[in-house]
């Protein structure tokens, strides 16, 4: 009993240290990073999975990536009011790699290299004017990024 | 320590920043080669970036970024000689930043 009640008070404790730092955008979205499924992970980070497929974000990654821990992503787009900008690799354990959110001033280009534990789609999902934009590609990998 | 590398150019009212972080990036389901067990998850899981204060860019990681991460992006409306900080925080709290001064 003790130690669960303890266990709340330090839950409690930290929880009120996160708050008390100043956050001017959203907390990291821990639902949406845990989450099995590109589905769920999209719901959980934009609220929706209903994306319009978009020749105005280009999408660059290596066809074939012979190293899956490392494979470099770039995601750049033409759409204006970009909000935030989602990369998803379908196959992956947990499909959301990164997110970005954008002020008005950051250019709606951003780079990374992320893991992939097998061939799959990248998807980049780019949120402009609250609504959703999508492309993907596939990259195939020789081998996987994930330690296994 | 020097945990983050900042290169930042501004051309035309735009920076270009790119930076490279060192972290283990654990995904938390990998075995320790020699006893077997799970090595903890622990990585990035927010970079932010400040031009004189102001947020402009901020990324959510997951696991799935690479070991000693890179991440380049632009923004406009800086000058030289303007001050861009660069701060990350992980899973465990553990955090760093950089301060740069744009050239």
Redesign the interface.
């Known amino acids: 009993m003790l130690t669960t009640r303890r266990l709340i008070l330090k839950a409690a404790l930290a929880g009120a240290a996160l708050a008390a730092l100043p956050r001017?955008?959203?907390a990291?979205?821990e639902a949406a990073?845990t989450s099995d499924s590109a589905d769920k992970a999209m719901q959980e980070l934009f609220g929706s999975t209903a994306t319009t497929a978009s020749d105005a974000i280009t999408l660059t990654a290596p066809d074939i990536a012979e190293n899956g821990?490392?494979?470099?992503v770039?995601v750049a787009t033409s759409l204006e009011g970009v909000e935030s900008i989602g990369i998803i690799?379908s196959e992956?354990?947990?499909p959301?790699?990164?997110?970005?959110?954008?002020?008005a001033?950051?250019?709606p280009?951003?780079?990374?290299?992320?893991?992939?534990g097998k061939t799959s789609d990248v998807v980049a999902v780019v949120k402009a004017n609250g609504k959703l934009y999508s492309t993907s590609k596939n990259v195939k990998v020789t081998i996987g990024?994930?330690?296994g | 320590m020097a945990s983050i590398r900042v290169k930042a150019k501004v051309k035309d009212g735009?920076a270009q920043v790119k930076c490279l972080m060192k972290h283990e990036?654990e995904?938390g389901?990998?075995?320790d080669q020699k006893s077997g067990e799970l090595v903890p998850a622990h990585y990035i899981?927010?970079v932010?970036a400040e031009?004189n204060g102001?947020?402009?860019?901020?990324?959510?990681?997951?696991?799935?970024?690479?070991?000693n991460?890179?991440?380049?992006?632009?923004?406009?409306?800086a000058n030289a000689g303007d001050t861009l900080v660069i701060s990350w925080v992980d899973n465990k709290g553990e955090k760093a930043s950089t301060e740069t001064v744009l050239s």
């Open positions: 001017t955008l959203l990291w979205p990073f821990a490392v494979v470099p770039t690799v992956n354990p947990s959301l790699a990164a997110s970005f959110d954008l002020t001033d950051a250019v280009e951003v780079s990374t290299r992320i893991k992939m990024g994930c330690g | 735009v990036m995904t389901t990998r075995k899981t927010e932010t031009l102001q947020v402009v860019m901020q990324a959510n990681w997951g696991p799935a970024v690479s070991k991460p890179y991440f380049a992006f632009s923004f406009k409306g």
